[in-house]
């Protein structure tokens, strides 16, 4: 079974920083597997959930524009995990934020979603 472990969060002081990781665990009897695209989405109450930042496996990042020039998003392939660094947080980053990874088994491709993880913003 696919899972993606999410940690990091809490609550900051508007300013401050943050730093999110998400690891993908593959499941060890399964070859061919490979994580493909992963990514960062939040939801903030009674809104929809959104985009924050993208990266492909050959490495290509997409912002969403609320947080470009803010956060910073990398990836480590050889370990299967995304780091999300949020600086000069405001209080309208607020949301659970959710890890985003496509894996494929064999040819199929299939998306995972990890359980969220709050981020609260103060000001």
């Known amino acids: 079974q696919v899972q993606l472990v999410e940690s990091g969060g809490g609550l900051a002081q508007a300013g401050g920083s943050l730093r999110l990781s998400c690891a993908v665990s593959?499941?060890?009897?399964?070859?061919?597997?490979?994580?493909?695209?992963m990514a960062w989405y939040r939801q903030a109450p009674e809104k929809q959930r959104d985009l924050v930042a993208r990266?492909?496996?050959?490495?290509?990042?997409t912002y969403a524009e609320p947080v470009k020039g803010r956060f910073a998003l990398s990836r480590d392939h050889a370990r299967n995990t995304m780091y999300l660094q949020m600086n000069s947080l405001k209080p309208e980053d607020s949301a659970v934020y959710y890890c985003?990874?496509?894996?494929?088994?064999?040819?199929?491709?299939?998306?995972?979603w990890g359980q969220g993880t709050q981020v609260t913003v103060s000001s």
């Open positions: 593959l499941p060890e009897n399964i070859i061919n597997s490979r994580v493909n695209d």
């Open positions: 985003y990874s496509e894996v494929t088994y064999g040819v199929v491709p299939a998306d995972y």
């Open positions: 990266i492909s496996s050959d490495g290509s990042i």
